[in-house]
T-cell receptor
Framework: EDQVTQSPEALRLQEGESSSLNCSYT??????LFWYRQDPGKGPEFLFTLYSAGEEKEKERLKATLTKKESFLHITAPKPEDSATYLC???????????FGTGTRLLVSP | DAGVIQSPRHEVTEMGQEVTLRCKPI?????LFWYRQTMMRGLELLIY????????DSGMPEDRFSAKMPNASFSTLKIQPSEPRDSAVYFC????????????FGPGTRLTVL
């Protein structure tokens, strides 16, 4: 069974304090790993898709990386508006079936 | 583009009542997904459709849950009878079908069953 574990559950940072979120996964035949951002009271918003180990993608202060067992979401010099829950999900041989982790709640204080 | 539209946004009902949640996917998307999100279990896939046909409903918790997609622009998720443990936020998402693509989520329906 495909599984995704995210850590830490919650992270509190000062504005400008860089850090990383972890997503460990177990999947038979990874087809893709997804990162989403979710603000309170809203649906998840797509950030990145990574397909193979070694791949990296960037968007503003966010950078996602992928290895054969885990993915990291690096946040460089975060701002308060980066506060949200970050969700990781994988698609394995279940094709379109996304399996989500429980997320990391990030709070960035000014 | 209006994005994925869900209604109602909030629903409060009493145990035993029928609940119907509605979703309009993004125009041109031919895959539609229903998820449930709780604090304990996170985001779980209930069922998904490709070209209006149900493909995988293994996440539907019980026979009390049913979903339909009568056309490309409308889907419903029905719970009958509802129970307090069904209280959760239900999301609808859509995507283009090219194997596995990013899914676009609606704002969700917060369901409370008393």
């Amino acid at each position: 069974e495909d599984q995704v574990t995210q850590s830490p559950e919650a992270l509190r940072l000062q504005e400008g304090e860089s850090s990383s979120l972890n997503c460990s996964y177990t999947v038979s035949g990874l087809r893709g790993l997804f990162w989403y951002r979710q603000d309170p009271g809203k649906g998840p918003e797509f950030l990145f898709t990574l397909y193979s180990a070694g791949e990296e993608k960037e968007k503003e202060r966010l950078k996602a990386t992928l290895t054969k067992k885990e993915s990291f979401l690096h946040i460089t010099a975060p701002k308060p508006e980066d506060s949200a829950t970050y969700l990781c999900a994988v698609v394995g041989t279940g094709f379109q079936k996304l399996v989500f982790g429980t997320g990391t709640r990030l709070l960035v204080s000014p | 583009d209006a994005g994925v539209i869900q209604s109602p946004r909030h629903e409060v009902t009493e145990m035993g009542q029928e609940v119907t949640l509605r979703c309009k996917p993004i125009s041109g998307h031919n895959s539609l997904f229903w998820y449930r999100q709780t604090m304990m279990r996170g985001l779980e896939l209930l069922i998904y459709f490709n070209n209006n046909v149900p493909i995988d409903d293994s996440g539907m918790p019980e026979d009390r849950f049913s979903a339909k997609m009568p056309n490309a622009s409308f889907s419903t998720l029905k719970i009958q009878p509802s129970e307090p443990r069904d209280s959760a936020v239900y999301f609808c998402a859509s995507s283009t079908y090219t194997g596995f693509n990013e899914q676009f989520f609606g704002p969700g329906t917060r369901l409370t069953v008393l």
